[in-house]
Nanobody, 124 residues
Framework: QVQLAESGGGLVQAGGSLSVSCTAS????????MGWFRQAPGKEREFVAA????????RYADFVKGRFTISRGYADSTMYLQMDSLKPEDTAVYYC?????????????????WGRGTQVTVSS
């Protein structure tokens, strides 16, 4: 089992930056891919970004390319999402997820473990 805990959400103005992080514990060796998803009120959960265990491969949703950067810190089993040029439509609960497979997937059905989420609010 892998336990995931997100942190770092908050309120920011449009055009600003925010970083969220996810710390994995338990059988972290099985978290071959880690990803971020988000869910806005009244909307379905959607893929944001994912990264392989060694950081060699990343994948981004089109709507965050050039604005968000995903990375991993191996010493502490932590994943980061740096969000720049934030827009009001980025407002959502951001969830961390881990997948036992080796290729980053954009489908939430592929992920085996989930965190509880952290709220990100972007004001206009």
């Amino acid at each position: 089992q892998v336990q995931l805990a997100e942190s770092g959400g908050g309120l920011v103005q449009a055009g600003g930056s925010l970083s969220v992080s996810c710390t994995a514990s338990g059988q972290t060796f099985s978290a071959r891919v880690m990803g971020w998803f988000r869910q806005a009120p009244g909307k379905e959960r959607e893929f944001v970004a994912a990264i392989t265990w060694n950081g060699a491969t990343t994948r981004y949703a089109d709507f965050v390319k050039g604005r968000f950067t995903i990375s991993r810190g191996y010493a502490d089993s932590t994943m980061y999402l740096q969000m720049d040029s934030l827009k009001p439509e980025d407002t959502a609960v951001y969830y961390c997820a881990a997948d036992r497979d080796s290729l980053p997937s954009a489908s939430d059905a592929a992920y085996d473990y989930w965190g509880r989420g952290t709220q990100v609010t972007v004001s206009s």
